[in-house]
């Protein structure tokens, strides 16, 4: 059985925990915003309901309501990784003078409640959900494009077992890809100064590539250094099997052991040793510079393949929790689904340079004070 390590050198592939004056670098010097900040708003409130309506469309999706908290024994709270450095707010329901108390947690994602909710709503193959989730997570290092205030428009999809393939993945990330470039398109339509020669336009067509072939490409560098010479070459990408151990005994980025399948063996389809049916859309941002990620997602586990990631994980535990039980006894559908961050998204459609323009949340002093400085204005 494989082993799972994490990469210590992707530390140094971008800014470290208060390393504020790398950040200052990265964020640009001479940036000036197409958008006043009340047509940020109007662009933000359309652009967002053009998104959504053409999403539920190309996936056949219904709009539903979503938790922002959890309970703790429902183990649907999404961990985000394998390693526990990223925990959850939990906090003590008393209720009822604690004769019938409730310990809750804030959603980090809602990535399997959405497969619990598809049974819920009576989907059937080819049909969906489609949130206007919220979360927190609050063990992100403040920066440009990671906040602790978390908003996605996280989707999910019934699928057959047939569909568990890496063609079938493409063809809804193409769907996915669609919306999202027209979407930029539909705001420049509304906001003519969005069409700036220094901020081209999204590509038509994403590359897709896999995590093998990315390392094979560039062996001795970290994972975001691999990300950031793959988009100087291709603008936007899907990198497909982020999870498995690769040649050099590391996973492309850590992934949680319960929801994306990172471990089925995927060679028949791509004439390569590959594995996973998941994967990341990442773009080139030109105000920043930098790389930028806009969606995970993938095909989730069958019992099969929960089971033996569970295992590598070392998580087995997990198993006793009701959302993992009800997919070692088929309950609940098989299904693909993803988290597209909406504010990720409006920075590049919008040509941000920093979450805290399209989105209000709290950021550091430090940080904000950066930011004014270089002519950034961050939303209170």
Known sequence: MATIATDKRADLAGPGIGDYAELEKILPSDYKSLLTRRETQIALAKVKQYIEDNLCKQLNLMMVSVPLIVDVESGVNDMLDRDGSRTPIQFHISNDRDKHPVDAQVVQ????????????????????????MRAVRKDYFLDHDHSCYVDQWDWERVITANERSVDFLKTIVRRIWKVITGAEKYAQELFPQLKDPRYPNLPEELTFLQAEEILEMFPDLPRKQRETRILQKYPAVFIIGIGWPLKDGYPHEMRAADYDDWVTDTSRETGKPTHGLNGDILVWNNVTKRRHELTSMGIRVNPETLKLQLQMSKQEHFMNFPYHKAILNSEIPLSIGGGIGQARTMMQLLRKAHLGEVTVTVWPKILKEMCAKKNIFVLE
């Open 109 to 132: 994602a809602a990535t399997k409640w959405k497969r619990v909710a598809l049974k819920q709503f009576e989907c059937k193959p080819g049909e969906g959900i489609c949130t206007d």
